[in-house]
């Protein structure tokens, strides 16, 4: 199958060759920015959201479970539709779906409406893979020029998450419900929908292929599945053993078995598991699946903890939606600094140097957060060091999984990784439900301290683990790419 406009699948005077770079650049970066947005604007809401749609601190993680389990169903689809179609054409339709979402999440009321805005809002997973593609095949593009564009793509991201955290903080703080805030995402990606709709340029070269929509299926029932199981297993109803429990556990895992199967005899498959043979393939995505566990199975928890009044629950630090925001900067402008400090980093300590130590800072981080948090000032300390050792892991994966595919398939390489960290923040939004489900006593809306040491624990032991794997990384030559 060719392109129309030839076989090569190259646009004579194509818009990649006449958009101005700076245009390209700022045009990304706000794309990236209302992902942040999206991804920070709840944090200081969550405490309040409790009483105002009548949840369970638990029952919140299922924002999480929710947003991450439609992550890992729109990124694949969505990375692979943009190679075969147009990176530019398929990110339009992606900002439709997240500005739908946002606009749902919005006009809640009610923890339902709620969650359906955040499965669409689920959709920016694709944000990244699609900018990936238009930067990396763009003329003058190359895997040096990747690296730090990626990196500047993952500060942009930061900056997004505190400009949603800030702005959602001061208008809770301002007005007499925090629900008025919930409209700071459809803000954020409306204009970004709209500049970036006259300036991203088309991606010139297209590889002939077709949508693995078996495939693509069978992918989506099996995660849904398995986060299903493990998001509610334990709750009432829902017993380890039960049948139900085990009957969707066991479903997503013949689901994702029969995936398997189907990638391998489709010879255009959504995923290309074979490229799992690979050992650098295989450690970055245990890796990025440890990382991304701990930093979205804490993302809700640690905010709530933030705002719990001790006198009320026993723990907590008592702070205002706007003294959440102040609190968790420094853990944002952390991860920032990592991002931006791993192409420098990597050269000097290697990809495998880089992986391990950004493992190590997170574990640490977490570790220390179980002995430190009865103090504000301690406890955001020890999470910027966490978050430290997340920057340098969101761009070294990034990279690392970008570089190992060719340039006709670059989405599909980013998009495997933003699946496995879907999948991560999927799975470890699940434990800590159960963690902290299990902590909440019948009538009560917030879950005893012990639900939170857990955690921290929990997920320092994961990061140690991914420590491990990142020692097993070794370099890619560049004939083998």
């Given at each position: 199958?060719?392109?129309?406009s030839?076989?090569?699948?190259?646009?004579?005077?194509?818009?990649?060759?006449?958009?101005?770079?700076?245009?390209?650049?700022?045009?990304?970066?706000?794309?990236?920015?209302?992902?942040?947005?999206?991804?920070g604007?709840l944090?200081?809401l969550?405490?309040?959201l409790?009483?105002v749609?009548?949840?369970?601190?638990?029952d919140?993680n299922?924002?999480s479970?929710a947003?991450?389990v439609?992550?890992a169903?729109?990124?694949p689809v969505?990375?692979?539709?943009?190679?075969l179609?147009g990176?530019r054409?398929i990110?339009?339709?992606?900002l439709a779906?997240?500005?739908?979402?946002?606009v749902?999440?919005?006009v809640?009321?009610?923890?339902?409406?709620?969650l359906?805005?955040?499965?669409l809002?689920?959709?920016?997973?694709g944000?990244?893979?699609l900018?990936?593609?238009?930067?990396?095949?763009?003329?003058g593009?190359g895997d040096?020029?990747?690296?730090?564009?990626?990196g500047?793509?993952?500060?942009a991201?930061?900056?997004?998450?505190?400009l949603g955290?800030?702005?959602?903080g001061?208008?809770?703080?301002g007005?007499?419900?925090p629900?008025?805030?919930l409209?700071?995402?459809?803000?954020?990606?409306?204009?970004?929908?709209?500049?970036?709709?006259?300036?991203?340029?088309?991606?010139?070269s297209r590889?002939?292929?077709?949508v693995?929509?078996?495939?693509?299926l069978?992918l989506?029932l099996?995660?849904?599945?398995?986060?299903?199981?493990?998001?509610?297993?334990?709750?009432?109803?829902w017993?380890?053993?039960?049948?139900?429990?085990?009957?969707v556990?066991?479903?997503?895992?013949a689901?994702?078995?029969?995936?398997?199967?189907?990638?391998?005899r489709?010879?255009d498959?959504?995923?290309?598991v074979r490229?799992?043979?690979?050992?650098?393939?295989?450690?970055?995505?245990?890796v990025?699946?440890?990382?991304?566990?701990?930093?979205f199975?804490?993302?809700?928890?640690?905010?709530v903890?933030y705002?719990?009044?001790?006198?009320e629950?026993?723990?907590?630090?008592?702070l205002d939606?706007?003294?959440?925001?102040?609190?968790?900067?420094?853990y944002?402008?952390?991860?920032?600094?990592?991002?931006l400090?791993g192409?420098?980093?990597a050269?000097r300590?290697?990809d495998?140097?880089?992986?391990?130590?950004?493992c190590?800072?997170m574990?640490?981080?977490y570790?220390?957060s179980?002995?430190?948090?009865t103090s504000a000032?301690?406890f955001?300390?020890?999470?910027a060091?966490?978050?430290l050792?997340?920057?340098?892991?969101?761009?070294?994966?990034?990279?690392?999984?970008?570089?190992?595919?060719?340039?006709?398939?670059?989405?599909?390489?980013?998009?495997?990784?933003?699946?496995?960290?879907?999948?991560?923040?999927?799975?470890?939004?699940?434990?800590?439900?159960?963690?902290?489900?299990?902590h909440?006593?019948p009538?009560?809306t917030?879950p005893?301290?012990?639900?939170?040491?857990?955690?921290?624990?929990?997920?320092?032991?994961?990061?140690?683990?991914?420590?491990?794997?990142?020692?097993?990384?070794?370099?890619?030559?560049?004939?083998s790419?």
């Open positions: 199958m060719t392109h129309p030839g076989p090569t699948g190259h646009r004579a005077g194509s818009a990649v060759r006449t958009t101005p770079a700076g245009a390209v650049l700022a045009s990304v970066l706000l794309v990236e920015l209302s992902s942040g947005v999206i991804q604007f944090s200081p969550l405490k309040s409790t009483d749609l009548r949840v369970t601190a638990a919140l299922w924002i479970v947003n991450l439609a992550s169903v729109f990124t969505l990375s692979r539709l943009g190679d179609h990176h054409r990110l339009r339709v992606n779906l997240v500005l739908t979402g946002s749902l999440v919005g809640s009321r009610d923890f339902t409406t709620l359906a805005g955040q499965i809002q689920g959709a920016i997973a944000f990244f893979p900018l990936v593609g238009i930067l990396r095949n763009r003329p593009g040096a020029e990747s690296r730090r564009g990626i500047v793509m993952v500060a991201l930061v900056a997004g998450l505190t955290l800030f702005a959602s001061a208008v809770a703080t007005v007499d419900s629900t008025a805030a409209w700071v995402p459809a803000a954020a990606v409306a204009l970004a929908f709209a500049v970036s709709w006259p300036l991203l340029p088309e991606t010139a590889p002939g292929g077709r693995d929509w078996a495939g693509g069978l989506c099996g995660l849904v599945a398995v986060m299903l199981g493990l998001g509610l297993g334990g709750t009432p109803g017993e380890w053993t039960s049948a139900p429990t085990l009957g556990l066991l479903g997503g895992a689901a994702l078995a029969a995936w398997v199967r189907v990638e391998l489709t010879p498959p959504m995923i290309d490229m799992f043979a690979r050992r650098g393939v295989i450690v970055v995505s245990l990025t699946v440890a990382f991304s566990f701990a930093m199975g804490l993302q809700i928890a640690n905010p903890f705002g719990t009044v001790r006198a629950s026993g723990y907590g630090l008592g939606p706007l003294g959440i925001v102040l609190a968790m900067l420094p944002l402008l952390a991860i920032a600094a990592g991002a400090a192409p420098p980093v050269a300590i290697t495998r140097g880089t992986l391990v130590t950004g190590v800072l574990a640490a981080g570790a220390l179980a002995v430190t948090h000032a301690a955001a300390a020890v999470n060091v966490a978050g050792g997340i920057g340098l892991l969101q761009h070294s994966t990034r990279t690392l999984a970008v570089e190992a595919v060719p340039r006709d398939r670059t989405s599909v390489g980013s998009g495997i990784n933003e699946l496995l960290i879907s999948v991560g923040g999927s799975l470890g939004a699940a434990v800590v439900l159960g963690v902290s489900a299990a909440t006593r009538g009560a917030l005893d301290l012990g639900a939170y040491t857990t955690a921290w624990i929990l997920c320092s032991v994961v990061c140690a683990a991914g420590a491990l794997f990142a020692l097993l990384h070794r370099p890619v030559p560049e004939e790419r």
